[in-house]
Structure formats: C-alpha cells, structure tokens
C-alpha cells in the first residue's frame, strides 16, 4: 500500500512493480464539518506565514456556487453540475463527468458505449495530479444531456481532468469562457461548437483564439442579452430556482480525512465487527488496542494488512454479545498521532489518560512551532482539526495548537530533495568525524536563509571548518595575551581609545547587536549572525600584528582584544559550543560559558563614525585604514595613494586609474 508521492510513472518508487487502484472500505474523520472554522480562524493566525494560510484556504477551498440539474435524453437520470458561473449557462456545450463518478459505467452501458471501460481502467491507473492533464482525450458516453435554458442537447463525456473530491464530479463545458474546457475542445479535436456568452464591455465580436473570463455583457443569452454578467448570474439563477432547475450551494475542495492504511505500524483501529450485532467500538475499558508482536509481513497480495494474518488478534468477542467477532485489521495513518502529539507530552507517564487538562491549558497552546512548509495541508490543517473538536468536547481550553509557525525550507543535493529513499542524504557522523561538530553545526546554519530551499555544498562545508580554524588561531597566535587572563568586566573605556582600536570596539558592539537580534529575534537567520561573527573575527586579525594594525601591545590594546575575543567567544557559543566552551576554559574561566548571559551592546557606538577602507592594488587587498565615513573620494585617493604600505606596490609600475567605492574600497589599477 503506498502513497501517491511514492508511485511513479505507475510503479513503485522502490522496487518497480506496477501499481493498481483498489476500492476499499476504509475509515475517515469527518473533518469537512470543521471546514468553514478551519477556513475562517485561519484570521486569528496573524503570526503563521501567509504562504502557510494560503495553502490552506485553497486546500479547503470554499466555492458558493449553484448546482444546476441537467436531465439526461430519454432517460429520468438527472446530472447535477455545480458552477461559480452560471452567467456562462447559454454557453454549454458539453457535459464532463468523472471516471469514477457512480454514474460513468451507468451511461456507458445506456449510450452502447462499454468500450469506455478501458479507457476508466486506463485513467484510474494514473495518479490523482496526472489525471488533469489537459491534453488527454476524453470519452464520449453516447449519452445527452439537456442544457435548461437553451433545450438543447450537449454530449457527456468522460474525462481524467474532472475529479470526484471536488463539487459533484459532473463539470458543465464552456470552451468560450473556461480555458481548460477550450484547450479540452481545442486538443482532442472535438466537434463541439464554442459559443461565446460574454463579450467585454464596448467591444465588438471576434473570434477566440483563447477563453475570454472576464466580465462583460451577455450576448447569445437570450432574453439576458444586454445585461452585465454579474446581474445576469443573478436572474438566471432566480429563475432556475422557481423551476426547480438550481438551488444555491456551497461546495468545498476539502474531502473528509481517510485515515485506514493497510500495514503494521500505526495505532489499531478500536474497532469490532460482529455478525449479530453490527459494527461496534472496543469498550473504553479495553483500550488501547496493543499491536500483536508475532506477525508475518510477508506480502500475499491481497492488499489486506498484516495484521488480518495473525488469527490471535483477528479473533475476539463482540462487547455487546459475547459471541465470537472480528477486529478492524486497519491501523490509523501517522498523521492521527503526530496531529496530537505536544498534548501528550505533557502526561508522558500517565497511564490513566492521554493528557492532564489543567497541564495542557497552562503550557499551551505551543508558543512557536517550527517545521517544514510541505507540512501545510497535512499535520498542520490536522493538528488545528484535532484541537478544535477537543476543544468542542472541553477536552481543551484553546482553539488553535500554534501561536507563531515558522516554516523552514528544504535541503537539497543534486536538485532533488534529501531523502531515505533518494539515496541522497548526507550522514553527519562522517563530516563530524573529518571536520568536527562545531564545523558541521555552523556549516548547516550558515546554508542560507532558513526559510529558503537550499543545495548542499560539500566544498562549503570547508569555508565553516577554516572559519573554525581562524578563530582558534586567534587565542593560538596570541596565547601569551589570553591564556588565564579572564578579563573583568567594563575593563575597556572607550573615551580612551585611538582612532585604531575605537574602530575594533565598535566592531565589537555593532556584532553583539546583530548577534542578538538575528538569533534572538524570531527570524531565526542564523547564517546572517555567522556572517557578523566572521566580520568580527577578520577585524580581530587585522587588530593584532599578525597582520598590520597595532605595532606595540599597550595595556589597553591588550585589554581592548581580550574583551574582543571574548566576546566573539560568547556570541559564537551557541552555534559552536565545543570551541567557545575549550577556548573560554584556555582563557582562565572556572565556569561554563553556557552559565553566562549574552553581551550588552554600548548603544552610543552602534553607528560608524568611521570605517575601514579597503585599498586593493590591482584587486589584490594591500592595505586597511581607518577613516572617517565623510571623507571625500578625492581623499579617500590621497589616503590610499600617500599609505606607506601601498607605495612599495605602485612603484613597480605606473598608475592606470584609481577606482573608488564610497564607504568601502580603493583600488589602484597599475600597469
């Protein structure tokens, strides 16, 4: 038994074998009696994506339409198509039914028609999403049905791209006015008239080369002509009524929640059949239902759960007879469980019942909630389901399971979503053994905005591990400075600093407050808290004499790069816990960094007074300097040309043209 995710191209996605279609009768929660709440408290959720809320109010998909009866030629069978727009009625010119409609196999036989069997068989091997395809032929029944407001006789077809979980599965044709039933015409080569109904409004008549669905005026509508469309649909349909030709209606995309599967994992179904007394339920005092641990799941092929096989728990007594009887051998889809499961985990130890109300209505409803968007229509419309009927039976005192939902995206490789049975994931245990924890942690949070899907880059993975290894060098190349030398706090005045180490200490704050706010404030854009710490980490190399910067260790410089690093040790803690917790050790701390609070920011340095000037000779960095965010370009071009450190490169050759980038970078183009 498979999902339709896992069929493809008819066979099974694993071993190959050729998929068939087969009714069943199955359980289902009756949620299309929760339909118009799920649809109209979907408002109340101001804090979830709208993607998310627009997923699911086309899921349930609520239509107020009207259902028109077209009676059948020469029979007392009566089709009823429901539409949104029965402005286009004068403009039927043929009728589609489902495949598996009750009625199809009914027509073929009455139209001589039963050849139209394969072609059932045929559409129903497909999968739900495969059946639409515009292009594929329908069928003629060799059936009529009568259009009741012009007499006249249209043909029945039919077809894959009319499906039973929406309206009634009976769709009326209207080429001139519904692009799908205008390529359906157009595509399988029908002789079928397309008769326009609506024109636009002070236009004249031309032919269509594609469905016109705007509004307009009716024309070819009888004594409708001349009208708008909108008041049109209005009259039609009050005239219909008094005929008993139409009553208005509302129809829903959304279909009740089938919840059998024919297999071993999942929760019994609590269910006794018995040959006297009917269907009845496992009295409350026998639950739960625990699955059989001796079972035989090899497969018969009769597509029966493994469970039907194991005879000790088929067989029982029925609850209200005593007589032998029958257990339900379905088990509930996972769904069930996952759609109920923060409930539980609050009574995880009790055995007396699912969960304590008073537990349940003083944590929840879940604060934040966060997990994949392809969870939209499925655990989540359920989960909203399953607390409002709990709620209904005051089970609980909430309406909502969420507050705020965030969905993250997906990882991909090779363009395909990482999966098991792709064969495409990405064990950790082997990058962790190469690269460390810390590497991988940083690597898979610095991936990309979280809310987006994402490739794996494997090379990328090499950018997080030399990250790592930059910030270790920093206490490694100045392990004379750090080593036990815990600094004490507010030992950095920044009214003390030099235009040098004031730009490092700015650094140092405008980070703490990115920092902050990316992992702090419900965006969770880790990667753009990475990016600010690996700027920090850059600025704290180009502060020490490894590179340029300070060419003498004074005690504020000193204590200006211990309060540095340590605070880039506090602020990558949580993204890289086993370097920050080894390094804070290194640095003469007796207690976890994991005991300390995040670093306040000095809010008077937030904003840049000054910046560090890039100078590039020939795309090549040569130098970094300090200057004030209002300097000119022209001396921005002095600074970069008259620097020490510059000269000895541009003297080799002679100067081609300067190019400047305001706020950022000089460079210097030699020949």
């Known amino acids: ?341 923060f409930l539980r985990y609050l009574s995880s130890n009790d055995s007396e019942k699912p969960f304590d109300k008073d537990l349940v209505d003083r944590w929840l409803p879940v604060n934040q909630y966060v997990g994949g968007v392809e969870h939209a229509i499925l655990h989540l419309l359920y989960s909203r389901f399953i607390v409002k009927f709990l709620y209904d039976k005051g089970y609980v005192g909430f309406k909502e399971p969420f507050k705020n939902l965030f969905t993250q995206g997906m990882i991909t490789r090779n363009g395909s979503k990482m999966s098991k049975s792709a064969g495409n994931v990405i064990s950790p245990d082997e990058l962790i053994e190469k690269y460390g924890a810390d590497t991988v942690r940083i690597y898979t949070l610095f991936i990309g905005p979280p809310e987006k899907d994402a490739e794996w880059n494997q090379r990328a993975v090499e950018g997080a591990w030399r990250f790592v290894n930059r910030v270790w060098r920093i206490y490694d190349n100045n392990e004379d400075i750090f080593k036990n030398r815990a600094p004490h706090r507010d030992s950095v005045d920044p009214e003390s600093l030099n235009d040098v180490q004031l730009a490092l200490y700015r650094k140092v704050q405008q980070t703490i407050f990115k920092v902050k706010r990316d992992l702090l404030g419900g965006s969770f854009h880790f990667n753009t808290a990475i990016s600010a710490l690996m700027e920090l980490t850059n600025e704290i190399y180009n502060f020490t004499d490894i590179n340029f910067g300070i060419s003498e260790r004074d005690e504020i410089s000193v204590n200006l790069l211990i309060d540095a690093f340590n605070n880039l040790i506090l602020l990558l803690a949580p993204i890289a816990p086993h370097l920050c917790e080894e390094l804070r050790e290194l640095c003469g701390y007796k207690t976890t960094v994991f005991k300390e609070k995040l670093p306040i920011e000095n809010e008077k340095y937030l904003e840049s007074e000054r910046f560090t000037l890039i100078v590039q000779v020939n795309g090549k960095v040569r130098a970094r300097i300090d200057v004030d965010s209002d300097c000119s370009d022209d001396k921005l071009k002095k600074m970069a040309l008259s620097n020490e450190r510059v000269k000895k490169f541009i003297k080799t050759g002679g100067i081609k043209r300067v190019i400047v980038v305001q706020n950022k970078l000089v460079n210097i183009v030699i020949a």
């Open 1 to 341: 038994v498979l999902a339709n995710e896992q069929v493809v191209n008819n066979e099974c996605e694993r071993c190959g074998a050729t998929v068939k279609l087969r009714d069943l009768k199955q359980w289902f929660f009756k949620i299309t009696e929760y339909a118009d709440r799920l649809l109209d408290d979907l408002s109340e959720l101001e804090n979830w994506p709208q993607r998310v809320r627009t997923m699911q109010s086309n899921w349930i998909g609520r239509s107020e339409g009207v259902e028109i009866k077209f009676e059948l030629e020469d029979s007392e069978l009566v089709l009823d198509c429901f539409t949104t727009r029965v402005d286009t009625l004068f403009g039927v010119t043929f009728i589609v039914m489902a495949v598996d409609h009750p009625l199809a196999k009914k027509l073929l036989k009455k139209g001589g028609r039963e050849e139209g069997i394969d072609y059932i068989n045929e559409v129903k091997k497909l999968k739900i999403q495969d059946r639409t395809e515009i292009n594929r032929k329908g069928f003629f029944t060799g059936c009529y049905a009568i259009n009741p407001v012009t007499s006249k006789k249209v043909p029945v077809y039919l077809t894959g791209y009319i499906v039973m979980e929406y309206g009634t599965g009976i769709v009326m044709g209207v080429p001139a006015h519904d692009q799908r039933d205008f390529e359906f015409v157009e595509k399988a080569q029908l002789d079928i008239p397309v008769t326009q109904v609506i024109k636009p409004e002070g236009s004249g008549i031309e032919e269509l080369t594609e469905a016109y669905v705007g509004n307009g005026v009716l024309i070819n509508s009888g004594e409708y002509d001349g009208l708008s469309n909108l008041e049109g649909m209005k009259r039609i349909t009050k005239s219909l009524e008094k005929k008993d030709m139409a009553k208005r209606t509302v129809h829903y995309r959304l279909r009740d929640w089938l919840i059998s599967r024919q297999r071993y994992w999942g929760a019994p179904i609590p269910v006794i059949y018995c040959d006297k007394c009917g269907i009845n339920p496992v009295p409350e005092e026998e639950l739960p239902v625990y699955l059989p641990e001796n079972v035989d799941f090899a497969p018969r092929g009769d597509g029966k759960s493994p469970l039907s096989a194991s005879e000790e728990f088929v067989n029982t007594k029925c609850p209200l007879c005593g007589n032998p009887a029958k257990r339900d051998t379905d088990t509930m889809d996972t769904f069930v469980d996952s759609s109920w499961y």
